[in-house]
């Protein structure tokens, strides 16, 4: 039965917000709607326009890449940017088999399944690599162990969580070393940086995401970026369904409809402008919970500050071990015990949500998912699988992203929140410790 936090004593004077507080909704300035009814107006409504050609060429001039490919989500440039690898290793496969059938590629672990599944996509089995705790992204010390024990892995799909740039010099050194490829997912970090260069500049091939909840949006839309022309142009292909080059529809290859229409990039066309200020103003989000949140028990997600600058898109926290409260989750409810001076994920999320606001658990680690809770995991210890023992007392076993999963939780980032709102978010966090 869930918490009446409303009576709650604890509570007490804390009213909830007449309208939701979201964790991350589209914020639109007006200019969006232009360009939607320029297309209308000209009839370019499909897969080509002056809005794709605009996007591409904003998107490839801000991050810094020779060439943009718009399509329709993140997941679809993530796809194409997978396949294409696999086929630069393994060559072209037979029709109705993926690129990478029976081979093995390294992946981040504490990601959404959007990082991962294009591996499933085209027949691959995925390696997940733990976390580490200083920035939250793959460990560059458990990659390398990962390529002791899997030599011949060729590919590596690194992702930067929640905006925050990870130890990416150290990941491309242990990939060059190995000779793998990378596909870096900047999905959730357009805008960010790292020693100065923006991500979506350091894989192999490169993807960013304009999904709805993202730092800019297009209501949906990804895009997929590279410095080799003829790479780009092998992507326009497939996403168009590989139409070769005849009056007729004639295919050599396999294809797909993941190009971005024309509409939807009229909407991203118009958010470009406001990237930086969407930043800004995730960034005063972030400092704010930072401060407001000092006396605690818990810490905001880390940024390597030294080396990075990321984009701020979700403000998160983790609360220290000896604060936790008992807490257990199932595969979709969670339990806890409530214990003064103690909290846990749940409790936090339930009491805002409780004041019409909407937070939400850290990504799950995908290890840790049914559906690949037989896949290969490697921590920096080595592996990460079967590490208990009925007769021998073992230690020394780690795995950061469960911990990270079951200590931590994404608070309210919506760039329209009202500082006043966020105070009293803030003042409900404090209460669940009380």
Known sequence: MKHDFIHDPRFAGIKPFAKKVWLSSPTMHGDEQHWVDDAIATNWVSTVGANINEVERLAAEKIGRQYAVALSCGTAALHLAIKLCGEKLYGQPKVGHGALEGHKVFCSDMTFDATVNPVAYEGGEAVFIDTEYDTWNMDPVALEKAFAIYPEV????????????????????????????IVEDAAESFGATY????????GTESVISFNGNKIITGSSGGMYLTDNEEDANKIRKWSTQSREDAAWYQHEEMGFNYRMSNIIAGVVRGQFPYLEEHIAQKMAIYERY????????????????????????LSCLVIDEDAMCPHVRGEKDALYVSEPGKSCPTEILDAIAAFNAEGRPIWKPMHMQPIYRMNPFVTRNGNGRAKSNAYIKETGTIDVGADIFQRGLCL???????????????????RCFK
């Not at 020693?195 to 350091?202: C, I």
């Not at 930072?290 to 898109?313: C, H, R, T």
């Open 290 to 313: 930072k401060e407001g949140l000092k006396g605690l028990p818990v810490q905001m997600n880390p940024i390597d500050f030294a080396n990075s600058e990321p984009n701020y898109w």
């Open 195 to 202: 020693k100065g260069v923006q991500t979506g500049m350091f």
């Open 154 to 181: 060729k590919l590596v799909v690194v992702a930067h969580l929640y905006g925050t740039p990870g130890k990416i010099d150290e990941i491309k050194a242990v990939c060059d070393n190995h000779g793998a490829l």
């Open 412 to 430: 309210p980032s919506d760039n329209k929140m009202q500082k006043e709102e966020q105070d009293v978010i803030i003042d409900i966090i404090h």
